[in-house]
């Protein structure tokens, strides 16, 4: 397999150093290990080298899930599961471990999808133009599940996605959604979206770089962008430096780096939260060897866990959402 050594997408420096190094110990499709770097005049942290537009298709496994479609079953399953693990009844099952990855993994803060408060707060004033970046097959979504996906937007906006999985682009198809594979194919006359998103899309892109600026050209005048990505300041990634998903993470970013991309590309911040749940240490902790303390979590470890997490959204939250506008 060939990798390619890169610049740095901010500040298009060649001079950066090691500061993390891991193999794909989530997908298992390589023995391979990447190098996470650090850029020595801005100190964005890259993959590098890293798989080229060719062969980075031999990451994703086959059933990466927001990639492929989902049954019904499926769904109102998860749906179950997701009302237990976030109610007062989860703890009932407290004594059953065999219980604990299906709970554990759904235990979350109440964060609400920004994207739907927008389509709520101006459901009387205007039909929403939204364009999801890394939309996936548009039934499923990251964090926000079912309800954050094109396929629920769709009954109270325009929806568009953006995605280049072309088995995830089948499923669009099927919907109804109309998605184009790369954002350099949309037209400028689909200018002017009210809502971009971009769903933990972010950390998977080739250059940062051209969304900011693309989100800087197609946002509507009073439109917002939707950023939602890991923390690499987070307390994981802090704590355990190589629990990382390589290589198909090509970036890293903290707060601080989106800040600078917002400003050189003339975009105001208009919020940041960042926060954790504790399906992340549980999930992760079967793959990362430094992280396999998280194991033996009970439901009632999870469930004391994420009532803290939910009280505020923490500093070093695992993961963030950053809110761009004009
Ligand atoms: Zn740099």
């Known amino acids: 397999m060939e990798y390619e050594k890169i610049s740095c997408d901010f500040c298009g420096s060649p001079e950066n150093s090691v500061v993390a190094s891991q193999t794909d110990l989530l997908y298992k499709t390589t023995k391979d290990t990447f190098n996470v770097v650090k850029c020595k005049d801005c100190n964005l942290h890259f993959t590098n080298p890293r798989p080229d537009a060719n ?11 927001f990639h492929s479609s989902r049954n019904y079953i499926k769904y109102l399953f998860d749906k179950v599961l997701g009302l237990i693990a976030n109610s007062f009844f989860v703890l009932f099952f407290n004594p059953f471990s065999f219980f604990n990855p299906y709970l554990i993994q759904r235990m979350k803060p109440k964060i609400p999808d920004p994207v739907l408060t927008r389509i709520k707060i101006l459901k009387n004033t205007k039909r929403q133009k ?16 079912a309800k954050g996906s094109l396929n ?3 009954k109270f906006a325009d929806v568009m996605g953006c995605e ?9 198809s099927e919907l ?3 998605c184009y594979p790369f954002i350099d194919k949309i037209p ?3 200018n002017y979206f009210d809502i971009i998103r971009m769903n933990w899309s972010l950390e998977h892109v080739d250059k940062p770089s051209h969304y900011f600026k693309f989100i800087k050209e197609h946002l509507a005048k009073d439109g917002i962008a939707v950023i939602c990505i890991p923390n690499n300041e987070g307390h994981v990634y802090q704590n355990y430096p190589n ?12 707060i601080s780096d ?11 911040i208009k919020n940041v939260n960042t926060f954790s749940y504790p399906g992340l240490y549980y999930f992760s902790s079967k793959f990362y060897p430094s992280l396999s303390h998280y194991k033996n979590m009970s439901i009632f470890d999870a469930w004391k866990m994420n009532k803290l997490l939910n009280k505020s959204y923490t500093e070093n939250g695992n993961d963030m959402i950053v809110i761009l506008g004009l």
């Open 55 to 65: 062969t980075i298709g031999n990451f994703y496994v086959q059933d990466y899930s």
């Open 130 to 145: 939204i364009l999801d970046i890394g939309c996936g097959s548009g039934t499923n979504s990251h964090f926000f599940g």
């Open 152 to 154: 629920y937007y769709k």
């Open 164 to 172: 280049f999985s072309e088995n995830a682009r089948n499923n669009l």
């Open 176 to 178: 109804g959604i109309f």
């Open 188 to 190: 400028s006359s689909e």
């Open 243 to 254: 629990c990382l998903e390589l290589p198909i993470h090509f970036y890293h970013f903290n």
């Open 258 to 268: 989106i800040f600078k991309y917002a400003e050189k590309y003339g975009l105001k």
